[in-house]
């Protein structure tokens, strides 16, 4: 009974920032690396951030580094998506996984003036 719940997407203007959240329940959080998708329409899904199970190492897709800083705290079950200086291009629906095999329901960005 995995469950994540992602939340805090909206409609921001370009240069714009947001925070996401997924909420876990249903496995031990604590020791699961935790990753962030998105996916477009019309487009292939894709690996934005991912962060370790104590938050010590983290990594992004080329077109989000520096912009984006992904997080944890596992006292709350809940890994965040820090998401800065947006562009039109990060318009998507955004999934946070555990390992690949579960997914929450996603939340919608869109950037646009």
């Known amino acids: 009974q995995v469950q994540l719940v992602e939340s805090g997407g909206g409609l921001v203007q370009p240069g714009g920032s947001l925070r996401l959240s997924c909420a876990a329940s249903?496995?031990?959080?604590?020791?699961?690396?935790m990753t962030w998708y998105r996916q477009a329409p019309g487009k292939e899904r894709e690996l934005v951030a991912s962060i370790t199970s104590a938050g010590g190492s983290t990594n992004y897709a080329d077109s989000v580094k520096g912009r984006f800083t992904i997080s944890r705290d596992n006292a709350k079950n809940t890994v965040y998506l820090q998401m800065n200086s947006l562009k039109p291009e990060d318009t998507a629906v955004y999934y946070c996984s555990l390992r690949g095999l579960h997914w929450g329901q996603g939340t919608q960005v869109t950037v646009s003036s």
């Open positions: 249903g496995f031990i959080f604590s020791i699961y690396a």
